[in-house]
């Protein structure tokens, strides 16, 4: 028997999925290398303190607004440091999140980072200044085979056009789940935190490159 992915058959129904990205007033993204558990902060790399303070913000999601999502790519992982980006919506109007960025000595100092900018405790770790553009693909396949399935290979297509067009300033990242599996391969794009969905190699380069028709970003914005 096929192996059934629900992706495959909402692409092939026509659904419009403009309208079903989440919206978060706070994005922190911790630097993890798979693989992940369902439920990605109880994977094997995230120590327990950082899981029961994210627990505790989860809980009480009214008063922080936050998701917590885990992201990797090999090429740009240092030994001796773990990127952490907190990208937090602006009061004001505006087109894109403010981003901080922050280069920790292990993940066991992400938590009291995340006390700092999440939950507001005094704190004294500073951002480091890295100008980019992220681009966070899902594919977490222990929470949706759909997600490995079409975002691995996202992923790896969107590296290597990143090199073939030299494209400076933009990082792609594997993330762990960021809702829409029917939809995959997903990504968000920051700092306008846009989401897509459907993608495949000439809508890929279309987010890319920031370029194409309207009828293509009409099948993959969300």
């Not at 919506?89 to 922050?102: H, I, R, W």
Request: charged share 25%; aromatic share 8%.
């Amino acid at each position: 028997m096929e192996p059934f992915f629900c992706a495959e058959q909402s692409r092939q129904s026509g659904i419009d999925i403009i309208g079903t990205a989440s919206e978060h007033q706070v994005y922190v993204a911790i630097a993890c290398p798979p693989p992940w558990e369902r439920n990605e902060m109880q994977s094997k790399g995230i120590p327990a303190a950082l899981r029961d303070l994210c627990e505790e913000i989860g809980n009480d999601y009214d008063r922080y607004q936050t998701r917590f999502l885990l992201i990797h790519n090999e090429s740009l992982k240092q030994d001796d440091s773990t990127p952490v980006l907190v990208f937090r919506k602006p009061s004001s109007l505006a087109t894109a999140y403010d981003k901080q960025e922050f280069h920790l000595e292990n993940i066991h100092a992400v938590a009291p980072l995340v006390r700092q900018v999440v939950m507001g405790e005094p704190g004294e770790i500073t951002p480091v200044e890295v100008p980019s553009r992220d681009i966070l693909i899902c594919t977490h396949g222990s929470r949706d085979r759909c997600c490995s399935r079409f975002g691995a290979p996202i992923y790896h297509q969107a590296r290597k056009l990143m090199a073939e067009m030299g494209l400076e300033n933009t990082r792609i990242w594997q993330a762990s789940h960021i809702g829409g599996h029917r939809m995959a391969p997903t990504a968000i794009d920051f700092p306008t935190a846009r989401y897509y969905g459907y993608l495949d190699s000439d809508s890929l380069k279309s987010v890319l490159t920031q370029s194409g028709d309207l009828h293509t970003m009409e099948t993959i914005y969300r």
